[in-house]
């Protein structure tokens, strides 16, 4: 647990997220705040409340466009897998191959979809986790301790992860 308390006290620091972290509290003029004082409860933008969802959503579109949280390659390689896992199989340019051949190209395509939603899952879970992580942050001061779920999930959400992983492909639990 300590490990994982420094880790959350670590990375909003990080020269990876202080970019972000500079532009919300430029963006909103958010006061610097220590730990131990009072949360910012109301944000106002050009003289307008803000909800606080509004603004987490502002940190979510950040940290989603940030090119610092992937190398670049990485990152390319991940939209194209969000376009390929959200659209239907196209497979007209198969009708001229054997129906074997055919059926095991389909059955290999759906499986590579599966195992792309459950890529994107995790992805989708870890910039979730960012974005919560920054919006604590910059709301309280305060760290949140980063969770292994994330990365290495614990015994318990172990099983979860392989379930998530057999609805998204063709095995079954």
Do not use: W
Not at 56 to 62: D, G, N, S, T, V
Not at 63 to 88: C, H, Q, T, Y
Not at 105 to 134: E, N, P, T
Not at 147 to 154: E, T
Request: with cysteine; proline share 8%; aromatic share 6%.
């Amino acid at each position: 647990m300590e490990e994982s308390k420094l880790l959350g006290t670590l990375l909003p620091s990080s020269p990876d997220f202080l970019p972000i972290v500079r532009a919300i509290r430029e963006k909103y003029q958010l006061p610097e705040i220590s730990p131990g004082d009072d949360p910012i409860t109301e944000i106002f933008l050009n003289g307008e409340p803000v909800t606080l969802e509004g603004f987490r959503q502002e940190i979510k579109a950040l940290v989603g466009n940030s090119a610092d949280n992937l190398p670049s390659e990485a990152s390319k390689i991940i939209m194209r897998a969000k376009a390929f896992v959200e659209k239907p199989l196209d497979m007209h340019e198969l009708e001229s191959c054997p129906e074997k051949m055919k059926q095991a190209l389909i059955q290999f395509c759906k499986v590579a979809q599966g195992i792309g939603r459950f890529v994107v899952r995790i992805i989708d879970q870890f910039h979730s986790a960012i974005v919560d992580m920054l919006y604590i942050y910059l709301l309280t001061k305060e760290s949140q301790e980063v969770h292994r779920g994330i990365a290495s999930p614990p015994s318990a959400a172990r099983n979860d992860t392989n379930s998530l992983f057999c609805q998204t492909t063709l095995l079954k639990p």
